[in-house]
């Protein structure tokens, strides 16, 4: 399976972004996909992920209300729209795509071992 994100950039504070996910290799619509973020000399954080048919999302606590998750089966595409960007959400965001857990399954996944495949990440970078 492979992931490619875009749509990172540099924005300021109060700004919305929207990332994308393609992903490819294994069929996409019947797995979770969950997006998570890695800011310099901190751990992976998750941030939000999504059942295999968009029923149910989950997200972390710093970005509840603020990110919305959603998917587009028909482009094998998951999408992180992020609004009211903060300066602490600077990060390389990465798609993940869900582990056997997440299989047609209302359980998205949050904690890393719920993933088992990862793209490269995209850098998102909020100045004041």
């Known amino acids: 399976v492979h992931l490619v994100e875009s749509g990172g950039g540099l924005v300021q504070a109060g700004d919305s972004l929207r990332l994308s996910c393609v992903v490819s290799g294994r069929t996409f619509s019947s797995y979770g996909m969950g997006w998570f973020r890695q800011a310099p000399g901190k751990e992976r954080e998750f941030v939000a992920s999504?059942?295999?048919?968009?029923?149910?999302?989950n997200y972390g606590d710093s970005v509840k209300g603020r990110f919305t998750i959603s998917r587009d089966d028909a482009k094998n595409t998951v999408y992180l729209q992020m609004n009211s960007l903060k300066p602490e959400d600077t990060a390389i965001y990465s798609c993940?795509?869900?582990?056997?857990?997440?299989?047609?399954?209302?359980?998205?996944?949050?904690?890393?071992?719920?993933?088992?495949?990862w793209g490269q990440g995209t850098q998102v970078t909020v100045s004041t």
């Open positions: 993940a795509a869900g582990g056997p857990k997440t299989y047609g399954s209302s359980y998205s996944g949050q904690g890393v071992n719920d993933f088992r495949a």
């Open positions: 999504i059942t295999w048919n968009g029923a149910i999302t």
